[in-house]
């Protein structure tokens, strides 16, 4: 296998996969500011789009119809910058609103993200920074100016250090054929540039600690600068350090080639991106290499080719501290440094040792840890502690950082006053980084030792210490609050618990075993903290009952912890913040709280129910409770039995009204209604008010009825007013408002119903009328009030008539409502009241400031024939200068009446309404009302009148003087029986009568808009043609001919030759448009208009020979023109060209260029294009005239032309001669424009190809070149096709199509020739090298594998597996798979081809490294069948990634299993029931006892059971005692002797007896010796079973079956053992005896001393009773005064309450 790589390299997508063009992928077009985003713009069909795709879901593609010409995506969050010309704008993506906008002055040339605040903007002068903080409002700022250095370049990045204080422009140009690299480094702070030559550069971090010193990460940062330069000697890298800091070491600068391969002399550096992490360099040129580099020593790690197209543009790969970058073809490529790999690369490879030692040290690398190992041996056998110590802090992944480096450290000797190297090691640990476990335990004794906690404190606070719960062990004893940090750091949840406790901090334990997901005991928690602190308590308590994702105590179990410490207040509390939710469940716990508190604390009870917080408790049981405390409010809230409430709602004192209206709208209307009649029976009078509140605010509930008959059963009027008075105003009900009338009447409130009978639109009148006349008030207004509101008049009058109350009626007409004076009158005269009482009541109102309605008092009177009654009323009216026309329609009917002139009155006055007197008039004289309907342009009346009365004269005068057009509609209806006679009218009478040319005008468009032609002639011709006034009107003389032209076309020849003045081009259109081409000929003839009289023969008539005569005669070249253009429609091409040259017209040339063209009359064109190239100057022109030349041959006409100055479109008549297989003439005019492409295109055609690739050469397209391969391969020109094909092939895109041409033709050897050839061209592909390899796997199988294993990084290995895999080359098919790394295909390869393509070492490394489980199970199936010797050998490389079981049971199908018994034995110490099994079946088989004792004895994971049935009955005695083993092993103790004592292996037995630890067990094989007579067994076993068996068995046994002499050892040993025991108990007595005789004598001290003190205080106790404890007795006082002992010590052990050693006398 070949060496790994340092470098790892992945393609993360392709972009033409996603749906980008190949066309848009290149510098100009994206952006790749992070490797998050990649910003494209491109235009589909004919939208410009920016496409921006998300690197980590290529799948997720957004598009954006966007007009711009450069986008850049922000390298961190969803927000673009968009640049149009010098407009700039930035979007916020995710909440799609514009951030910012500014328009630049100067043209901005390139720009990119800075940081993800910040970009960059460089013009062709000046750099800028724009910020997205402040809004619009904060422009561009300019930060340096661009050096002159640059003015030519093109700017390809623009860089800018993490400080911000150091910036580089990078540009390129072409000078002398090459490509130069400027840059211009600017300083902010010093504000000075400095030009430099270089190609790329970035600026990089490094942690420094000195020269040639191993990193141990606690170094100084300093700032460094690199670049990369190609000149035309030499290519170097450039590392330099800016910003140097005093006081660190100088970092030398560094200068190092650049190597470039041979083959790509003309590369140079592109892009540079440095990783923090491995502080490596990565360096990108044009055409696709990588350079890797160290940043600290600049050396060269890696050189390798990653892309065969150029990757144009970088970014840092942050996942992978690498570099990402997108090439020529749309790949997205990282590339990485190798973690496993790139140690051992500079250790093999490059045999840098120091360097290895940095690089592992810094990234923390494996590879290099011998190396370490073996130096800090050296270090410490030289007992050079610093540095020894330094490398072990320092070592990668800590492979000295272990117990026994400190060890090893500790225990070395330093000399007084010298730094320890212990001390020395953890310095550098506490620079670099964190400690581990035990070196945190080993610094942190020692310190707190020393009582120098605060650097603990200090170390913690910056994660410098591993945090366990040993070192919060010892924390604790000096600082309980240091070690609650440790605690909590290690996740230590008991330990962090009982410290917050320990420290009062309540509130954290909740979130803390929230947050740890632990459960302590709440309710013992609960109980400790109610007994140190009860509020804290509470307040703890309701925390674990509101813990938002559950209760974490059963609040039950809380509440006897508050009852059982009586505290009612804090439980309380607590209860009302558990309970909050008011839950059902929670019914029993709120009835506890509200008995508790009504028990002991009504108010506060009384304020919990206010709340009415909760719902579910026992509503009957706290009712009861309430209304014994005397909360009758709570008590009514609760109880639902009506006796209960009126027992309860009786006692309103102690009731607020409010409250008791609120109640009573709980209540049903059946027992609000009992109630309120309890409340009015027990004291109406206290209870009358909130009765009338209560019926007020439920009234629609209750009922008014109910209501009302409630307070009419109590005679309660009063009441009742009130009630209604508060409900009449919202009610409806009619009843209602009766009884609220009635009851204002009965209380004498007469104003409340005059306002009622006023205002109220809901009573019956008529039952309210017939009320108050029953009720004979002494003011009758609310009467009148409801008469004259619902036109009870008639009956008003005369009630207050016959009751002689005149008075009334003067008052209604005058004050009340003077608008019902008619009918009053009209009712007395009904009943033969005087006319002199009348008219005194009529003047008496006439000047009221209401005016009387005359009409409807003229009609009263009309119907009564009474209307000369109010004549004097009338003549006062008009004297007032009254304008009311009903007043003249009054005296206009009177006049009529009378015959008192009225025709005069009717057309003088002007104040009459001329319908209504009209209308009167029309049935006692019509002239009367045609004058009435004239005088007030009654149009309609007017018309019906003076028809139904034959008056058509007047009805004609009428309608021209009227001039109305919709009136005329209506007359000249089609529907309009009268429209005859009403016309003849018109035309004998009204139109001659009038001298008004309006009047004309109106009437004739009335005509014409009925759509009445004739008619209107007639009129016209009596105007116009007889001779009147209007007779030379141009309008009306183009209306006459007009008119004829659509209705009376015969006679439009007349009037046209008639008439003089007309609009005639106006008029002859019209006559064109109505197919009167005649009469539209003769008009233009008559005026002198050839040409539109040319026209309308060609166009209209249509007679060319006609046209022709006619131009003839006029000879004018308009008409020749138009004679031409008809010609050309009838295709008489030579004529019209005849006609064209005549007129000397050539602006029609492209009409006949194409119709003579089509016609094939190509000489007469010529004619005509000769003309014509005289007086235009039209490339179309000259170039039809060139394809004319062709196609008629005269070749060197053509040739001249394209001699002289000419504007042809000479390409285009090239391409179409060519199209016309006309070659030699597009051979002379390709030659004339030097195009090569068509001209070797058509020398092909002309067989000539040696010219042909000439001419290519010079065209250098891909589509000529593709041409004349094409010709060449189909004519067998092979050495000139393939120096077409050279130029082919290294265009992707035309490979395909190349090799589908060699190959149709079957020249496939030629084909491999031009691939082989091509192979070495500079712009060589991996499409070239994958189409050799796929050719080679059809037609030359030999040189695939020598191909692959040369190419094989350039080839499309997909494709090529594809081709392999259908030409059966197996061998390179599974080389292939692996180079791809799809093990699990190349394994499956092998095996499915093994004849072929297994081989034993390859598929052994492939197998390790497939992703499918199921291929090593597949493996050891082939490995079975084919190669059984070596599948031990497959199975040591398989052991850590199967499944032992399966593999067990796959050689157990298969009767296999001695094949893997190395495998078994490797894989025993797994301890799996399978191996162990099939390991132990194997070891039986094979009778290998001891093996299997052992496999038993350290791997116990199978059925013992089982197996030790099945070893009982075999054969050997060996396999046998295994079995009792395994029972033993089991605890079957019996089972195990039982087989023991069968084989007679008595020790086994005797010893699994003892094991046993069962005394029963080692007396019954005790009595197996006995009968057995094995008297020597029967010693060993007292021997071994001695402290199990009783000593009264044994001896009874030893002298029953004479085995004294036997036992007798036994005896004396417990007779030894017996005999401690006692002296250790006697010894134990004696030291407890004394101290009880100290203590005793010093309480009696005590005692002793309090009782002298207490008396000397104490008055004397006299006068008591002297009875032993008698009644009599002094308080504190009895029969026993002072001290009673107690018997204080325990028996011994086991004894009974005996003196000391009583039971041993």
């Not at 009904?830 to 209401?850: A, F, G, H, Q, Y």
């Not at 005068?957 to 309009?976: F, H, I, M, P």
């Not at 009469?1079 to 046209?1107: C, G, P, W």
């Not at 008595?1546 to 080692?1562: F, G």
Request: aromatic content about 10%.
């Amino acid at each position: 296998m070949a060496e790994a790589l340092p470098i790892s390299y992945q393609e993360h997508l392709q972009l033409q996969n996603v749906g980008i063009n190949a066309g848009s992928i290149g510098f100009n077009t994206l952006t790749l500011e992070s490797d998050k985003f990649i910003c494209v713009r491109e235009k589909v069909g004919e939208q410009n789009q920016v496409v921006i795709i998300d690197v980590n879901d290529p799948t997720n593609v957004m598009r954006r119809p966007i007009t711009a010409d450069s986008a850049i995506m922000n390298p961190n969050e969803r927000i673009l910058a968009l640049k149009a010309g010098h407009q700039l704008q930035i979007f916020n993506l995710a909440t799609k609103s514009k951030i910012k906008s500014h328009v630049m002055q100067d043209e901005v040339i390139f720009w990119k993200w800075i940081t993800p605040d910040s970009i960059g903007i460089v013009t062709m002068s000046h750099v800028y920074h724009w910020s997205l903080e402040g809004g619009d409002g904060s422009p561009p700022q300019k930060v340096f100016d661009r050096h002159q250095t640059l003015a030519e370049c093109q700017i390809i990045n623009y860089r800018v250090n993490k400080e911000g204080k150091w910036m580089v422009l990078i540009g390129i140009s072409a000078k002398q054929g090459r490509v130069v690299g400027s840059m211009q480094l600017y300083s902010r702070e010093r504000g000075v540039s400095q030009p430099i030559v270089g190609h790329a550069a970035c600026f990089a971090e490094l942690k420094w600690d000195g020269p040639g010193v191993i990193p141990t990460g606690s170094g100084t940062t300093i700032q460094l600068f690199c670049f990369a330069a190609r000149t035309e000697t030499a290519a170097k890298l450039h590392i330099v350090e800016i910003d140097h800091q005093e006081g660190v070491p100088p970092f030398q600068k560094k200068a190092v080639d650049i190597f470039f391969p041979s083959e790509v002399v003309n590369d140079f550096p592109v892009a540079m991106q440095v990783s923090d992490k491995y502080s490596v360099v990565y360096l990108v040129t044009k055409h696709g290499f990588i350079h890797l580099y160290d940043l600290e020593s600049a050396t060269c790690i890696y050189m390798n080719r990653i892309s065969g197209d150029t990757i144009f543009v970088t970014c840092p790969h942050d996942a992978t501290s690498g570099i990402m970058g997108v090439n020529r073809k749309g790949q997205v490529l990282s590339v990485r440094v190798d973690q496993n790999n790139v140690v051992p690369h500079i250790l093999k490879t490059l045999n840098n040792q120091d360097l290895a030692l940095r690089f592992a040290s810094r990234a923390g690398l494996s590879g290099a840890d011998d190396l370490y190992v073996t130096r800090f041996k050296t270090l410490m056998q030289h007992q050079n502690w610093n540095d020894a110590a330094k490398m072990a802090a320092v070592s990668p992944r800590g492979v000295l950082r272990t117990p026994q480096t400190i060890e090893q450290f500790k225990a070395v000797q330093v000399p007084p006053g010298q730094l320890s190297p212990i001390l020395q090691y953890f310095g550098v640990l506490l620079e670099k980084g964190e400690l581990n476990k035990y070196e945190t335990l080993e610094l942190a004794r020692p310190v707190l030792m020393q009582d120098r906690k605060q650097l603990l404190e200090k170390w913690l606070k910056e994660d410098k210490l591993f945090c366990s719960e040993e070192l919060g062990d010892i924390v604790k004893q000096y600082d309980a609050t240091l070690a609650l940090s440790v605690y909590l750091r290690a996740n230590v949840p008991d330990k962090v618990i009982q410290c917050f406790a320990e420290t009062g901090q309540y509130g954290k334990i909740i979130l803390y075993a929230k947050k740890v997901g632990h459960t302590p005991n709440w309710i013992y928690l609960m109980q400790t903290i109610l007994r140190v602190d009860p509020e804290k308590g509470a307040d703890f308590a309701k925390m674990l009952v509101n813990n938002e994702d559950g209760p974490l105590a059963d609040v039950e179990q809380l509440l006897d912890v508050f009852q059982s410490m009586s505290m009612v207040q804090q439980a309380t509390a607590f209860l009302l913040e558990a309970l909050k939710e008011d839950k059902p469940e929670q019914g029993k716990l709120q009835t506890r709280l509200l008995e508790m508190n009504l028990l002991n604390t009504p108010q506060m009870a009384d304020a919990i129910l206010s709340n009415e917080m909760f719902t579910n408790y026992d509503r009957a049981y706290i009712a009861q409770l309430c209304e014994k405390a005397g909360l009758h409010q709570r008590a009514l809230e609760h109880y639902t039995d009506i006796f209960d409430i009126k027992r309860n709602i009786v006692h309103t004192q102690q009731l607020h009204p409010d409250w008791m209206i609120r109640f009573f709208g709980k209540l049903s209307v059946e027992q609000s209604l009992e109630c309120l009649k309890e409340m009015l029976n027990v004291n109406m009078r206290q209870n009358l008010q909130v009765v009338v509140q209560i019926a007020t605010k439920y009234s629609d509930q209750l009922s008014p009825k109910a209501l009302i008959e409630l307070f009419e059963g109590f005679k309660s009027f009063e009441g009742l007013y009130y009630y209604l008075g508060a409900i009449v105003n919202f009610s409806e009900d009619q009843e209602v408002h009766f009884k609220y009338i009635q009851a204002a009447c009965r209380t004498g409130q007469l104003k409340e119903v005059e306002r009622i009978c006023r205002e109220s639109n809901h009573y019956d009148p008529e039952k309210v009328k017939n009320f108050l006349k029953e009720a004979r008030l002494s003011d009758q207004l609310p009467l009148i009030i409801v008469c004259d509101r619902f036109d009870f008049v008639h009956d008003l009058v005369l009630y207050l008539y016959k009751n002689s109350l005149h008075k009334f009626i003067e008052i209604y007409v005058q004050q009340v409502n003077p608008t019902r004076t008619a009918q009053v009158v009209g009712a007395l005269l009904d009943v033969d009241c005087s006319e002199e009482t009348i008219k005194n009541l009529l003047m008496s109102v006439s000047r009221s400031p209401t005016p009387v309605p005359v009409g409807a008092l003229a009609e009263e009177c009309e119907k009564r024939n009474r209307l000369k009654l109010i004549l004097p009323w009338l003549e006062v009216k008009i004297q007032d200068n009254s304008q009311d026309p009903e007043v003249y329609n009054a005296v206009a009917k009177i006049y009529i009446d009378t015959n008192n002139n009225p025709e005069q009155f009717l057309k003088s006055n002007k104040l009459y309404d001329p319908r209504v007197v009209g209308k009167y008039c029309e049935k006692r004289d019509p002239y009367l009302a045609f004058i009435a309907y004239q005088q007030g342009e009654c149009d309609q009346e007017l018309i019906s009148i003076t028809n139904e009365n034959s008056m058509f004269k007047h009805q004609a005068r009428y309608l021209v003087r009227r001039k109305s057009a919709e009136l005329w509609s209506l007359v000249l209806d089609e529907g309009n029986v009268y429209r005859r006679s009403v016309i003849d009218q018109v035309v004998a009478a009204a139109v001659p009568e009038t001298t008004e040319s309006e009047d004309i005008s109106v009437t004739v468009k009335s005509f014409m808009a009925a759509g009445l032609p004739k008619e209107l002639i007639e009129i016209l011709e009596k105007i116009v043609l007889e001779g009147s006034m209007f007779s030379d009107n141009r309008n009306l003389q183009n209306l006459l001919v007009l008119t004829s032209i659509k209705s009376a076309q015969h006679k439009v020849m007349d009037y046209v030759e008639r008439l003089n003045n007309y609009d005639a081009p106006d008029v002859a259109k019209i006559a064109i448009q109505n197919d009167l081409y005649e009469a539209a000929f003769t008009i233009y003839k008559k005026y002198n208009q050839e040409a539109d009289a040319m026209s309308v023969l060609v166009e209209h008539i249509r007679n060319v020979d006609r046209a022709y005569e006619f131009a003839e005669k006029c000879d004018r070249p308009e008409c020749w023109s138009l004679l031409a253009k008809a010609q050309l429609g009838d295709f008489r091409v030579k004529d019209a060209i005849d006609s064209y040259i005549k007129a000397d017209d050539a602006s029609n040339y492209t009409e006949v260029i194409e119709v003579a063209s089509n016609g094939d009359k190509w000489s007469d064109l010529v004619r005509y294009l000769q003309m014509a190239r005289k007086k235009i100057h039209e490339p179309v022109v000259e170039s039809e005239l060139l394809f004319g030349y062709a196609r008629t041959n005269r070749l060197s006409e053509l040739e001249d032309i394209l001699a002289s100055p000419n504007i042809a479109q000479i390409e285009n008549v090239g391409e179409r001669c060519f199209d016309a297989n006309m070659y030699d003439a597009a051979k002379i005019l390709f030659t004339s424009i030097n195009n090569w492409a068509r001209l070797a295109t058509t020398l092909v055609r002309l067989k000539e190809f040696q010219a042909a690739v000439d001419c290519a050469r010079k065209a250098n397209s891909t589509k000529v070149w593709r041409q004349v391969n094409s010709s060449c391969v189909e004519n067998s020109e092979f050495r000139l096709a393939q120096i077409c094909g050279m130029h082919l092939v290294v265009h992707a895109e035309e490979l395909e199509e190349l090799i589908k041409l060699y190959e149709r033709n079957g020249y496939f050897s030629e084909l491999m020739q031009l691939l082989e050839a091509a192979l070495g061209l500079e712009r060589a592909h991996m499409g070239m090298f994958t189409e050799l390899a796929i050719l080679y796997s059809k037609y030359r199988p030999e040189r695939v594998m020598e191909h692959l294993k040369l190419f094989s990084s350039r080839i499309n290995i997909p494709k090529v597996i594809r081709a392999t895999e259908q030409a059966h080359l197996y061998p390179e098919l599974v080389f292939l798979y692996v180079q791809y790394d799809e093990f699990d295909n190349a394994a499956q390869t092998m095996m499915k081809y093994g004849s072929e393509a297994w081989e034993h070492g390859s598929f052994k490394d492939i197998i390790v490294k497939v992703s499918n489980i199921e291929l090593y199970y597949k493996s050891l199936r082939f490995y079975l069948d084919e190669q059984p010797m070596l599948i031990c050998d497959l199975l040591s490389v398989l052991t850590p990634r199967v499944d032992h079981t399966r593999v067990v049971q796959l050689f157990q199908k298969s009767d296999n299993i001695p094949l893997i018994k190395s495998y078994l034995i490797s894989v025993q110490e797994n301890n799996n029931r399978a191996v162990n099994e099939a390991y132990n079946d194997l070891l039986i088989e094979e009778e290998d006892y001891k093996s299997l004792r052992d496999s038993i004895d350290h791997f116990d994971d199978f059925d013992n059971i089982l197996l030790a049935q099945r070893l009982e009955k075999h054969e050997l005695l060996e396999f046998r005692r295994i079995a009792a083993h395994l029972y033993k092993k089991n605890k079957r103790w019996k089972q195990s002797i039982e087989l023991s004592k069968q084989q007679k292996l008595y020790n086994d037995a005797i010893i699994t007896a003892a094991d046993s630890r069962d005394a029963a067990i080692c007396e019954e094989l005790l009595q197996y010796f006995v009968k057995t007579y094995e008297r020597d067994w029967f010693t060993v076993c007292l021997y071994r079973c001695q402290d199990l068996l009783r000593s009264d068995v044994v001896l009874e046994l030893a002298w029953r079956h004479g085995l004294m002499d036997f036992a007798m050892p036994y005896m004396i040993q417990s007779i030894r053992d017996f005999t401690e025991k006692i002296s250790i108990l006697e010894r134990r007595e004696l030291e407890r005896s004394a101290r009880e005789r100290e203590n005793e004598k010093e309480k009696e001290k005590d005692s002793a001393a309090q009782s002298n003190g207490s008396m000397m205080n104490m008055p004397l106790m006299i006068g008591y009773d002297r009875g032993a404890g008698g009644a009599g007795s002094a308080p504190g006082y009895g029969s026993n005064i002072g001290l009673q002992m107690q018997p204080t010590a325990s028996a011994p052990m086991g004894y009974p309450n005996t003196p000391p050693f009583q039971a041993f006398r």
